[in-house]
């Protein structure tokens, strides 16, 4: 039996989870560099202990798609939209290409769809190493793990069209969100994203400093 597929609604409000607001993933261009193989952070932070930490955060993407790029940190928004219009029932995230194209208020074509996998190439095949850098909600400490964004993804052909032309015959395309991130978003350390506001800025820099300073900003708010 088939899944049918959702319809979407433009809602301008998405979720974000902090550590990856915190933290880069992506690179901010629109093309893949070949002398960039890795994102590097290294910080220090006091804790609520008053214990001084330094923190390190290191992004490194497989050797034949490299590093996730600009546009991959949008199609990442839009798959959390999708994840959390669904209730964050399961990691695993079903969607169409059409979809996805929807919520970002792109152009529906071939090459669109076609970046929208190579999107999927890039974040399936990046590594995060963090050491004292991931916030743990549950045990309310930093702890050191190495993960992927996205753990697999299956996509179906579509043709593009006015809407989504995916043979009623085949099952959802979707992607699976890392246990250790999912396991993030359920302990409800993730914060509202006003996606229309995120969509409206020009430069990849920019939407990277809104999604950072909004962290910053909830952070203050919460505590």
Same mark, same amino acid.
């Given at each position: 039996?088939?899944?049918?597929?959702?319809?979407? %609604?433009?809602?301008? %409000?998405?979720?974000?989870?902090?550590?990856?607001?915190?933290?880069?993933?992506?690179?901010?261009?629109?093309?893949?560099?070949?002398?960039?193989?890795?994102? =590097?952070?290294? #910080? #220090?932070?006091?804790?609520?202990?008053?214990?001084? @930490?330094?923190?390190?955060?290191?992004?490194? +993407?497989?050797?034949?798609?490299?590093?996730?790029?600009?546009?991959? =940190?949008? @199609?990442? &928004?839009?798959?959390?939209?999708?994840?959390?219009? +669904?209730?964050?029932?399961?990691?695993? &995230?079903?969607?169409?290409?059409? #979809?996805?194209?929807?919520?970002?208020?792109?152009? &529906?074509?071939?090459?669109?769809?076609? $970046?929208?996998?190579? !999107?999927?190439? $890039?974040? %399936?095949?990046?590594? @995060?190493?963090?050491?004292?850098?991931?916030?743990?909600?549950?045990?309310?400490?930093? %702890?050191?793990?190495?993960?992927?964004?996205? =753990? !697999?993804?299956?996509?179906?052909?579509? #043709?593009? +069209?006015?809407?989504?032309?995916? !043979?009623? =015959?085949?099952?959802?395309?979707?992607?699976?969100?890392?246990?250790?991130?999912?396991?993030?978003?359920?302990?409800?350390?993730?914060?509202?994203?006003?996606?229309?506001?995120?969509? !409206?800025?020009?430069?990849?820099?920019?939407?990277?400093?809104?999604?950072?300073?909004?962290?910053?900003?909830?952070?203050? $708010?919460?505590?």
């Amino acid at each position: 039996m088939t899944k049918k597929e959702p319809e979407t %609604v433009l809602q301008p %409000v998405g979720k974000d989870e902090m550590n990856l607001a915190e933290y880069p993933f992506t690179l901010l261009t629109r093309r893949v560099s070949e002398n960039q193989k890795t994102i =590097e952070v290294q #910080q #220090q932070v006091r804790t609520e202990t008053g214990e001084v @930490i330094t923190q390190s955060w290191v992004v490194t +993407g497989s050797d034949r798609y490299g590093l996730p790029l600009a546009i991959d =940190e949008d @199609i990442y &928004i839009a798959l959390m939209k999708i994840l959390k219009d +669904g209730g964050f029932r399961d990691r695993t &995230i079903p969607f169409t290409r059409y #979809q996805i194209l929807r919520i970002l208020g792109k152009d &529906i074509s071939k090459r669109e769809y076609d $970046r929208i996998q190579q !999107s999927l190439d $890039r974040l %399936v095949g990046t590594t @995060i190493t963090s050491k004292n850098a991931f916030w743990d909600n549950r045990t309310r400490s930093y %702890v050191s793990k190495a993960f992927h964004i996205f =753990e !697999s993804y299956e996509l179906y052909r579509e #043709q593009p +069209g006015r809407k989504s032309a995916r !043979s009623p =015959e085949l099952p959802m395309s979707y992607v699976v969100l890392s246990s250790f991130l999912f396991e993030s978003v359920k302990s409800g350390y993730v914060k509202n994203l006003d996606i229309e506001f995120y969509l !409206s800025l020009r430069t990849p820099l920019a939407k990277r400093l809104f999604r950072f300073l909004d962290k910053k900003a909830y952070n203050i $708010r919460t505590f």
